[in-house]
Each structure stands twice: as structure tokens, then as C-alpha cells.
């Protein structure tokens, strides 16, 4: 792993998904451009001091030197924006699996420099959109895809959280620090940080790509250096439409991710709070309640649970199957999912969609995402 | 009464509420722009045959030539879009109060007209944006204008169906009929049936003006010559904005109004198809979950029920609470309510919004909302 | 009318729903036992005081005395329990129908002896069980009676409230006094209130006869002298069984009323405060969730509602039902429900269940209800 | 582990879940009673086939003479009811901490000699009502047992399930075999497998102590051994009352554990399928909805959490909150729950509560639970 040290949430979450299914043991690690924080995360975690680095640069060099099969098979990148083109090409360059947090990185350049490293080295390479390992996701991508709903006429996807809408970062919290760092962060704040998640998800259902975007972006809390608010209108390549809002200012909203997608006979809906209901419409029948587990869903669906019907599952066993997807992938093995997991090429758009948002919303005029 | 002749729906719901709190009872009516249908309307209803007119010109004048007592109060008006105008400005000048379906008149111009007629005559003029008489609006109103969630940031508002996802219109549908053609519901399709309700319902609850939209419309069903789908960015004058999405291809969705409003310390949220419950997001506390007719609600909000908490109100109770409140102004009497219903001004607004958002999509460019 | 003098609550919404689609005009009433008071609600409520009277008594004697045609047709009974029987009968003897609330009376004996003038008068007699009107619960019926969930084997029925959780009864609240005074209410206090009314929906969606139960019954209240909480098990005749609860000391609970049924193949759930959401689940399908007007429904169900789907009817549209099935059966109309509304014979049951409920409480034993 | 071989559900839940936090590591185990079939899930899982025995007798005496440090820890025991007690002696006889799948066991003599044993080793024991280990059930401890709702009043606790709808154990459908034979479930059929979860989180949450009980079981499919539902009123100790139902045979439902108390001052609820709620009522203000792992919660219930609000957590992480504190209790550290755990005396009450239900229903009397 690098990055992940003291005070990391996303960190910690990977560390306990990645391991949830026996596919992978933490064993090395650069935990912070701090080495002695590093070793304090390593000690915490229990590991071998001399396989805990004090910079990934050494970590990737002093792994790639030790024997094959006693290195390690794939490096789980969960640092800052600015901090994953580096490592993830220096990973993938000595030979080695990567799996790296959203947004990709912070701008175009660098994404196109990560996919070249991608192609070049042939290995397997994971965004973890982890929203996509959610049972009711796959379900809803299966009758959106399946042609359950008809043709796609919109999308309504949205993500409101409350946590930033007072200067947290002003307060020293390191979350909310890096976030609201356009030079860590990259241009956008909320767009990066949750907006590419409702992006990525619309895309991911309904297989639509968004041919083009018109933005409104918003600080509203005052001295914040990034967006903490953003909607934007979107248009589908093939004639679909809707609309993409995602905010941090919405007090008292969670992790409010949501998306609605309706056809020319039928519609979902689904919401990441209660994310073992999925809701189907149709054109002349009563609504279906489905339900994570159920032997009415697709196999694919099911394939992403672990527990019978009403035994809830919950983001860290959604954000477990990108891992188990990821291992299976590595070892070349089927899956359920035919995208197992978030690839390259959804880090790519989610980057342009930040790009394109931004330029859109100073221009007051659509920008295409490439 | 002039409309709600055979096949009408919302004429019924009009004289269903308008007599629910003995207000109001229907003596009189032009129930059809066809004589035939009228007289058969007016048998229906048990009606004096010397009191259903075969037009609401004759209408009008003969009640006006009634001796004082025996001649209508108030006139309602249910007709199409395009004849609330004439009839309105006519019952107005002749001395009666008139309470008129929304949207208010296709265009500015007669809107204006209208306006002028209110003013000249000195009677009540109430538009039934029947939503405003929930109870649940009438606290979410109280709570936001009451510095409740402190300034205010965000305003999410939709109005979702689905029952013109198909070309009914071409079926001999009355409703989807009249509702589609531009010549008789104006400029706008589901804008004017819908979005107005949402648009109105959010300067309602909030007290913001709007001050300008950028708009997108889409016609989704083949040969529709009106918009059955819109979507708007909003800006609030103060610094808030937000989006209004609108839709009548929404499969599945019946009657989907939903409003979210977010300030600097709280949010609340409300849904019409459960008009009882009332999200009341903090900063730092649980949300709440207000519920109609309890003790810890408003004076405002409890003013509006009718029966103890537990027993639902619906969409006819709240229809009702605007005739009653109509009754009790033409009555000058005091009222739970400082703007116990909306006027002419609410009118005014929304056929300036219809205007607005039509020109925006056309020109790709903001338009105001004057 | 007979009570819904100052302070009633369940004569105001007689008044109103039985006026809701014009099928009933209020125009005579004995509103209080005390002759000034029911003068003052007549006059309040503008009706002619020829025909506001001071006692049941003189209101019966002067009504039968009055030409055909100028008399009332049907006489609405409101009072507290042990105030039914005698006006029942009184005017069921001189030929008026009567719609009486419920629970019938206070005991099997008077009970008896309404059924026996019901049958002699062979005039139409309704027992205002309310809920019995709602669409989804006439959905239910049709579902449960048609065979959709298979031979049934439970019954979850609950109805909790929270508005006596305090010896309200004590601060001079008119509602609390006779609801908990034996001599009013009858020897049931919860059960009487609101136990009836789960009892009898129960039987009336199943199309059970309850053949036995065991209850239990609380008085939690120091000083209450009927009971504010009751449980009771049941045994149907076929096989089923299940579980009556019911309460008016669960605080905060609103108006709890709700009704789960599990057959060999499907189960349906209801839940009186969201009224218009009916759950169906079946053995392998996803479970629905049917709403109220929608084309997808029974007719029976589409039959009692009044407005497009997704516009909220509640308590009062479905209290209306009952005056209007009860209109209609009076006109010898056909009418959508098979059983219009609940009679004599519910009202019957009803008592019995009560008194059954007690019996078995005070022998800790099984009683049958006949 | 001893259990947990080929088709178990249990077994490989607890092995996800004992590793989630990295407290333990599964590194032996008898997984079956036939030793081929424990070899097979030893090499699935990886082990040491050292370390994977053929029977449970055989893992207790090899793992005991292994050097300490070398050694398990502590033994999980996932084996179907009737072969807990014997592990579980020898384990804790032997010096081993044991973590026992509930419930206890058959039968209240086998469930007392388990408690000598516990007493008599001194080692931990935990037994895995694993609902315990929800966050918003810790929160809902707090507040009863805080007296935030006021002195107890009602109990209402309720598990419906659908899956033995069928006689699915004539299938051959391992999970429906061991828990419909009384000679590998003992005397409870539901009952034990649910009812015992019921009734255990009742008293965990109230602090209460049933002290008598008056049951009716049925088995409602044909040929069934054991009930498959029953229902039981149920006496505490201080006055408070309920009932507590359990099915197997309601169609649809999944895994409906659901519980409410009230007091006389408030009331709670929450219900397994969506465990990150927790409704709130009191006598004056409107209900809250708290949701885990936000900062208004008690320091007990956050302690319980893993990812911020919003981000659900389900049914594997509260098992594992059980294994987490068994671990801590193991290292003598102190942990934020009082009681980290059910424990023995859990399990003796449930067994307790099986055997009262039975004879009651017998009997047609009430029973204590001792």
C-alpha cells in the first residue's frame, strides 16, 4: 500500500476490503511521505519492519528487488490526487498490479501518462469507483443494459454530503485539508471528490456516454480554493439527457448518492444509504421492490453478495468485490461482472469530466467530454 | 364555475374541495364552451338549469344582473390554459372574486392584462398552486423563512411523471389533448403543467426570487409539439441557487413533486406522494421526521389540518385549504396564513419562468426572471 | 345527526365526509344531550333551528312526524358508546336508515337488540369501521379473498397510539373522559377505541371468522379504570392464527393501525399512516408495491378513489367511502364493493371480541368469540 | 473452528468476520464430522493440513499439546445446535477461550454443564447473538437503559422469515435439514433458530428479565418435526409487558428482526433490514431518525462503527463487532460496550425461553423463565 497512514480514512477501508475475501494480505507498505509515520502506520498494522518504506519510491525499487514470490503481486494506491499518477507508473513499470483510488489524478496530462504505463506494462490495472461492487448497482446495470427499461431518454444522478459545509479545513482536519487543496485535490473539489463517483456510476448503468456538459459550479463557503458544489446539465451521446448535482454543503446529508435512470417503458432508481433496495418501474405493472440476495435477480447480481436475502450488505463489502474482481482478474479467472471492476479508461473520463465541467461553467457554455 | 364539463378532472377536484369546509357551494356554472355539455354537466350536478349557461360570457352577465344575494360570489376557473384570461379579466370587472387554475395564461402579455384587471377591480384573485396547502409546506415555509436553516444555499426541486411517456394525445385523450397543443396550453408542456408548481412552490417556501435560469427542454415523444421534459439551473438573488427538473416521461412516476432546501445550518426536504412527513436536517442534531397535525409543529402548519396526527391528509385537503383560505380573505378575516394563498403575483411569475426557460434553451444563454 | 356537539372530533369529520360527494346534505341534528349546546352547534354548522333539537328523543319524533320528502332520510349516530343503541333503534323503528360509529355498543345485549330492529326496520344500517375505505385495503381484500397469497396462515394486525400515555382523562380532555370511562365507553377502553378496528379489518380483508383468543389487557395508567393496552392471540377457523395488538400508551405513535397477512404463497402488508403503499410479496417474484389508482389494480380498488395516482387520498376520501357505499346502498345502486360498507354484523363481532378479549383475560384461558 | 464444512452458511460468515478486524487469524479446524469433507474445507481455506482434524476431540487434544504460542487461541464453535456442548466443554476444559453459535444448545441440563465449565476454565465465552453488534442497537441500549424513554412499558419484538415456507428440508437442502430435526435443533424449531435472537436482544436492550411467558407454536407445513412459528406473550419483571413473534413461513419476508419499546416517556425502533436507522419518539418533540455513526450518537454506539455516516454498514461488520470484543475481553483491554458480549448466561436464558414456550403451549398456561 501507499499512502493510508495515521489519520487516513480511505486507507484503513481499503486495508480491511482488500483482505475481507482472503484474496490479499497486506505485507508492504509506504504509508506517508513521513517516514516515521510510516513506520508507525507499519508497526500498528503489525508488518515486517523491513518491508515498511519510508517513500514509495524506495518501497517500489527494494519489492521489485526481491525474489518472485516473495514480493508483492499488486500495490493499493490510496494517497491524495497529486500522489497517484507517480507511484501508479513507477508500479506499473516494474511489473507490478495496481489498484489506486478515484479520482485518477488531477488533470488530463497526467491520466493520459498513467494509461500509457497502463498499456505498456500489460498489467492489471483497478480504479476503485467502489460504488460499482454494489449488488443493486450491478442489478440496475443489467436491466438498464438489457434493454429492461427501453431506450434511455434520463439520467438523474446525485451525490449531496453536509460534511464541508462549514471551513472544516480551516480546523487543521486533515480530510478535509487535501480536499479543499487545489494542489492536492486537483481543480475540483466536490466534483473530484464525489461528483466522478455519480459521473462514473451513471456511465457505468447505463453504458450511455456523455457526449457533452453544462456546468455551474459554487464555493460557497467563503475562502474555500475549490468548488464545493457543482451541478451540471449532461447530454448522452444517442439523444438521452439529465442532470449531475453533487455538494458538500448539504447539511445533514450523509453520503447521499443517488441515481435514476428512465427509458421508454420502464425506470430505476436506487440510493447508496439503503442500497439493498432497488426500485424498478414499469410502464403498466405495479413497482418491484428487488432486494440484494434474491434468486429473482440476474446471476451477476448475485453473484456480488455474500449473505442470504435481509442479512444487509453495506459499502465495505461493495468496495470488497472491487478487490475480489480485481485478484480474479490478476489470476485471469472468470467473473461475474464482464467489467470486473472500474478500469483506466473510467479514470480517464472521470478526469475530463472535472476538466470539462470547470471550462464549461467559466465559459457559460457547453464543453464535450472527450 | 367556468370549465370542468365532461371528462374534465381537475374541474371535479375544484368543486369537490371548494365545498369541503361548507365555504363554498356551486350554484351556478359555463361548464363547456358546448352548451350541450354544460346543460348535461349542470344536470349532473343537480344544478338549476336557469343558472347553467351555455358560455361564460352569458355566464357573467347574467349573475351580474342577479340581485345582490341571489347572485354568485365567486367564480372558479377551470378551463384550458388559453381561457382562463378572458373569462377572469370579465368576472373581475363585473364585481366577482375569482379563483383560477394555474398556470396562470399563456403568455406575459395576458398576464399583465390580468394583473391590471385584479387591481382595477379591488377582488380577490387567488391562483391555485394547490400544493401550497399542504401543511407540511405551510412548516417547511415557517422553518426557512424563520431563519430556521440559516441563510440559504441550495434549492433541489422535481416534478417527475410518467403518464405522457407515450403519445396519448394522439389517442383522443382529453387531459393529454389540450395539455400538448401549444394554441391552447401555451408555450410550454410540461412546464406550464408542472414546472410552475415547482417553480412557485420553491420562491414559496424559501421567499428567494429567482433572478435567472439557464434552461434545456426536450420534446421526447415523437410529434409532440410542446416540451414533455425541462430541466433548469437556478439563481436565487442573495447567492443561492439550484435546479428544477421537470418531466412528464418519467415512466413509473406518478406524481413525483419533491423539494430540498439547504441553508448554511440546516436542510429540510418534502415529497408530495408522502405529504405528511416533513426531513428536517441540523447541523449538529438527528434530522426529525415532523408529521402533520402535532403539537410541536407551527401554529401555521397546524392551522392547515383538520384531523389529529396519525389520520393522513391528502392532495384534497390541501386543495381545500386554498378555497377556505379565498373564502376567509373574501370574507376579511384573519387567517394561519400571512399569504394565505397565491395571487396574482405567484401568476405573473410563473409565466414568466415558462417564458425564461424557453428562451434560454433556445439562445444556450441565461435568461432573468423579471 | 345525533352528538358531534362542542369539543366532538369524530362528528366534525362525520359532517365533513359525509358531504364529500354531495350524496348527503346535513339538515337536522341533536349535537348534545344538553339542549343549549346542541343549539349552539346548529348554529354554527347554519342549519335551520326548526330542526336543531334538544334530544334524540324529540329529534326522532318530530322527523318521522314531518310530510315525505321533508324529512330526513338517514340519520347519522355519533355519540359516545353507550349512547348508540337507543337512537338506533329509536330511529331504525321509525323508519331511517342509520349509519352509527362504531364500536357498536357496550355490551352483546344491547348489541342484539340493534341487529333485531335492523332486521324488523329492513332499513340499511352502516357501521362507520372507516378503514375498510381506503383503495388499498379494498386491493388487499381482493388480493387475500382471491386467492393471491394461497390458503392463508397468519394475521399480524396492530393498532398503537401514544395519545393516552398520560392520565389525560384527568385534565378535563373531552375526547380522554368517555373513552376511558366504563360507563361511556364501555367495558373496553383500547380495545373498544381501536382494537375493534384492527379486529374487524382483519376479518374483513381475510374473510376469516376468529375463532378464539387468549388476551391480555393493561391498564398502565395509575386510576384508569378500563384497559390502555391489550394483546390477543388468535385463532381463526381453517387453520390460521395470529396476533392482535393494540395501545394508546406507545408515546409518540400516531395512529398506528396495521395489518400484515401471510398466506401459503404470497403475504400483503398495509400500514394506515402511508395508506396509499400496499406490499405484495410472493414466493419467488420481487415484492410490488401498489399504489392507489393506478390501471393495475382491482377495479374494486380503482373504484373507491377519487383523483389520478400519485395525489395523496387519506383518511377522509377513505371515511367518505362509507357514506357514500352507504348512499348508494340506500338508492339500491350497485356499487363497487361487494360488501359496501361494515354492518350489523361486524358490529356484532365486534362487541363479542371485545367481551371475549376481557373473558379470557380474567380466566387466563381461551374464549371463543360465536 | 469446529463446523463450517462443506454447504454451511454460518461457518464461512464466521470466518469472514473474525478476520475482519485482524483480532484473529483461522489457522485450524475440524470442520466436519467427516474427515474427508473437513480436509476439503482445510484446503480451500488454505490451511496447514497439520492443523486440520477429523474430528473435534482430535483438534482439542492435539492443539492443547502443542507448545504454548503455537497454539489456537480460542475455538469457534459453528456446528448445528446439538454438537455445541461437547466442543465447547472439552475446549474450555482444555484451556481455550470459546466463541459458540447460538443457541447454546439442546437443552437446559447440557446448557447448565457448559456454564460449570465456563466457570470452572475461567476463559472467555462468547456466544454469537450476533444482533447485538449493530451500532443502532447499542444506541437504543443507551437510551432504555439510560432512561431516556422513561420506566418501560412495552415490548414488541418480532423475526419473520419466509424461507421453510415449503418443506424444503425434503429436498435435501442442508441448512433446512439440521434445523427442522429435533435431534440436531433441539425441541425449537423457529423458535431456537430466531425466536432466541428475539427474545435475547429484548432483554440485552431493556435490561429486563422475562419472568414468565405464555406461548402457541404451530407447524404450519405438513410433516414438519418442529414449529416453524410461535408467538408468546410475554411478562417482565416491573411491570412492563409484550409479545414476541417468530416465523419461518412468511412468504417474502427475508430476515425480519424488528424491535420497539416504549416507555412512559418515549419510545424506539429499529429493524434489521435497514440497521443504520433508529427511530426515536418522545412525548412533546417531533421523532427523530438517528443514523449510525454520526456524532450525536453515544460514545458506545460510535465505538461500533467503522466507516463515517452514510457509508452503510450491515450484518457482517456487527458480527464482527462481536469477535472484536471477544478478542479485546481475551487481552483483558476495555472496550466500548459493558458488556462486550452475550455470554453464557445469554444462552442459558434462551435455552430457558425454548423449553417455557413449549411447555406453556403445551399446558395452555403461562411458564417463567427461570
Redesign the interface.
Given at each position: 500500500m501507499v499512502g493510508g497512514g495515521p489519520g487516513a480514512?480511505i486507507g484503513?477501508?481499503h486495508r480491511?476490503v482488500a483482505?475481507?475475501?482472503?484474496e490479499f494480505r497486506l505485507v508492504a507498505g509506504a504509508f506517508s511521505s513521513d517516514p516515521a509515520k510510516s513506520a508507525q502506520t507499519g508497526r500498528e498494522?503489525?508488518l515486517d519492519p523491513a518491508r515498511v518504506y519510508g517513500s514509495w519510491e524506495e518501497m517500489a525499487a527494494k519489492e521489485a528487488a526481491l525474489p518472485e514470490g516473495e514480493r508483492i503481486h499488486a500495490v493499493s494506491i490510496v494517497t491524495p490526487n497529486h500522489v497517484h499518477a507517480a507511484p501508479a507508473i513507477e508500479f506499473l513499470n516494474r511489473g507490478f498490479h495496481v489498484i489506486c483510488d478515484k479520482p485518477l489524478t488531477t488533470d488530463s496530462k497526467t491520466a493520459d501518462a498513467i494509461a500509457a504505463a497502463v498499456k505498456k506494462s500489460g498489467k492489471v490495472f483497478a480504479l476503485t469507483h467502489n460504488y460499482t461492487g454494489y449488488p443493486m448497482i450491478r442489478e440496475m446495470r443489467e436491466i438498464v443494459r438489457g434493454g429492461g427499461?427501453g431506450k434511455l431518454?434520463?439520467v438523474?444522478a446525485?451525490y449531496l454530503?453536509?460534511?464541508l459545509?462549514?471551513p472544516l479545513e480551516q480546523t487543521g482536519q486533515k480530510q478535509a485539508g487535501w480536499r479543499t487543496d487545489p494542489a492536492r485535490s486537483g481543480p475540483g473539489g466536490s466534483l473530484g471528490d464525489i461528483g466522478t463517483h455519480a459521473f462514473q456510476l451513471a456511465e457505468h448503468v447505463t453504458g450511455l456516454k456523455t457526449a457533452r456538459v453544462?456546468g455551474?459550479i459554487?464555493s460557497?463557503v467563503a475562502g474555500r480554493a475549490v468548488d464545493d458544489?457543482a451541478?451540471a446539465?449532461l447530454e448522452y451521446e444517442g439523444g438521452a439527457?439529465?442532470?449531475l448535482?453533487c455538494?458538500q454543503?448539504?447539511?445533514?446529508?450523509?453520503?447521499?448518492l443517488r441515481l435514476?435512470v428512465?427509458?421508454?417503458?420502464?425506470?430505476v432508481a436506487w440510493d447508496?444509504?439503503?442500497?439493498?433496495d432497488l426500485?424498478?418501474?414499469?410502464?403498466?405493472?405495479?413497482?418491484?421492490?428487488?432486494?440484494t440476495?434474491?434468486?429473482?435477480l440476474s446471476a451477476a447480481a448475485r453473484s456480488l453478495g455474500?449473505?442470504?436475502?435481509?442479512?444487509?450488505?453495506?459499502?465495505?463489502?461493495a468496495f470488497a468485490n472491487i478487490y475480489r474482481a480485481f485478484a480474479r482478474r490478476i489470476r485471469g479467472e472468470a467473473d461475474g461482472m464482464d467489467d470486473p471492476f472500474p478500469t483506466i479508461e473510467d479514470g480517464l473520463r472521470g478526469v475530463r469530466f472535472i476538466e470539462a465541467v470547470i471550462a464549461s461553467a467559466k465559459a457559460?457554455?457547453?464543453r464535450p467530454i472527450t
Open positions: 480514512f484503513a477501508v480491511l483482505e475481507m475475501d482472503r498494522l503489525g427499461i431518454r434520463k438523474y446525485e454530503q453536509g460534511w459545509a462549514t453544462y455551474k459554487t460557497f458544489d451541478m446539465l439527457n439529465g442532470v448535482c455538494s454543503v448539504c447539511v445533514g446529508r450523509e453520503n447521499g435514476r428512465f427509458g421508454e417503458t420502464g425506470g447508496q444509504e439503503h442500497p439493498n426500485t424498478v418501474w414499469s410502464a403498466d405493472g405495479a413497482p418491484q421492490l428487488r432486494r440476495g434474491n434468486g429473482y455474500r449473505v442470504p436475502p435481509g442479512h444487509p450488505e453495506g459499502y465495505l463489502e457559460s457554455d457547453w
